[in-house]
């Protein structure tokens, strides 16, 4: 069997979505195959996710990322050339090896995590297959995606306590007409915020949501409804948040400052229960603090939805196991982790566990459309890019539609089993 031969890794600083520095990887195989990947950052960031690297120079305001670069130009990279391309774990922990620390935070893992992916892509190239196909001979799910078009939290400069108003269009048949489905509702939200709060309010935030001048979760849902009851599609969509519960937390009170209002775990818990006794909501990422452990395992028992950890797990095999059972589906980012092979290990432990998986962008995006083929490889069923007027967003959506014409009549849509998606 032909050896595929890391011959050459080389980064650079490139630009995301908020107009800030990131990485930029490349690896040749063979003096000839390149595989290239860039590695997004978030905003709402988790205390546990491993550790990025920025400049904290004057230059870009301190977000440059020349450091990192530095470390895969004469560490990293040199460490790996040589190496076949196709041995992802023993890279990876090669990689790991080299950085030392648990959380990433010596060499970076935003330049850990873009050798990586940027590994997994030659890989693929170097065998002739697509990366879906080349995560997972059996990739044939697409996902349901969880459209973000109204944006509070730390993704707009709006009062919005929640971080993302979203639809599932679980009940579209293929993924493409869950596009025209979005398509449909975002088009009558847009004429909705204009008419109640003027043509300012359809501008949008980082994840490319309307950032409206709503301050209130029940007001934002009747304009979000209204805007579905217009599309038509009223029986075909179901509801989800990410409340990024962690960034409306007092440690030092213990509770959770909404709207104004104090709540306690319980009270918060009453909170999100009448919501969804009134509007059909499905879905629910990070309803508590990233450590409330008690919250998350109430709601995952009482609720009957979807209950999703992000800052909660942050993609970490350690975190699932040690919360079992306190939510029922992960949030997956690889660069929450630091490398491929650990994101995929805790979507292997994740579905042991009976979890749905939902593949996540960040708010600080790029071009790169890699997690469309992340998403498709491990069947997850569920992916949360973003809305479709962002090109970072939109370049996603692009290649699933692409994939589904690959796959043809091979590809299931999720719909309603995007929780269990096989």
């Known amino acids: ?50 550790k990025e690297i920025r400049d904290k120079e004057k230059r870009y305001d301190g977000m440059g990322v020349r450091k990192a670069v530095k470390n895969i130009n004469e560490i990293l990279g040199p460490a790996i050339v040589g190496m076949d391309v196709t041995d992802q774990r023993k890279i990876d922990e090669k990689l790991r090896d080299l950085d030392g620390t648990k959380d990433k935070k010596k060499l970076g893992a935003n330049a850990i995590v873009g050798v990586s992916v940027a590994v997994a892509r030659a890989a693929s190239s170097s065998v002739g297959l697509p990366l879906y196909r080349y995560v997972n001979m059996n990739a044939h799910v697409l996902p349901v995606p969880l459209l973000n078009l109204l944006n509070g939290g730390k993704l707009t400069s709006n009062d919005l306590d929640f971080q993302e108003f979203c639809i599932f269009p679980f009940g579209a048949e293929t993924f493409s007409q869950s596009m025209m489905i979005g398509n449909a509702v975002n088009n009558e ?96 990422e990070d309803p508590f603090a990233e450590d ?41 980012k690889f660069n929450q982790i630091g490398t491929l092979s650990e994101a995929l290990d805790a979507a292997e432990l994740a579905y042991r566990q009976g979890f749905g998986i939902m593949v996540s962008e960040r708010s600080g995006e790029t071009e790169d459309p890699i997690i469309a083929d992340f998403v498709v490889g491990i069947n997850a069923g569920q992916i949360k890019t973003g809305a479709g007027v962002r090109s970072e967003r939109t370049a996603k959506y692009n290649r699933l539609l692409l994939i589904e014409e690959e796959l043809g009549s091979q590809a299931r849509y999720a719909g309603a089993d995007f929780r269990c998606a096989l």
């Not at 599609?233 to 989800?240: D, L, S, T, V």
């Not at 990410?242 to 959770?256: L, S």
Request: glycine share 8%; charged share 30%.
């Open 1 to 50: 069997m032909k050896k595929f031969k890391i011959t050459e890794v080389f980064a650079r600083e490139i630009l995301d979505c908020r107009w800030n520095p990131t990485v930029q990887v490349d690896v040749l195989v063979n003096n000839e195959i390149l595989g290239r990947a860039d590695v997004p950052a978030g905003r709402s960031t988790g205390a546990h996710e491993a």
């Open 189 to 284: 939200l847009r004429k909705i915020v204009i008419k109640k709060y003027g043509k300012i309010a359809a501008n949008v935030g980082d994840e490319g949501g309307f950032a409206t001048p709503i301050k209130k979760v029940r007001e934002a849902m009747e304009c979000l409804v209204e805007a579905v009851d217009r599309s038509g599609y009223a029986k075909k969509i179901g509801y989800g948040f990410d409340c990024a519960a962690t960034h409306f937390y007092n440690v030092k009170t213990k509770k959770y400052t909404l709207e104004g209002v104090d709540y306690t775990t319980d009270e918060l818990f009453d909170y999100y229960k009448k919501l969804c006794k009134d509007y059909p909501i499905i879905s629910i």
């Open 292 to 332: 409330d452990i008690k919250g998350f395992t109430r709601a995952t028992k009482e609720l009957g939805i979807q209950i999703i950890g992000d800052d909660f797990y942050c993609t970490n095999p350690d975190r699932i196991r040690q919360r079992k059972g306190a939510a029922n589906a992960l949030l997956w």
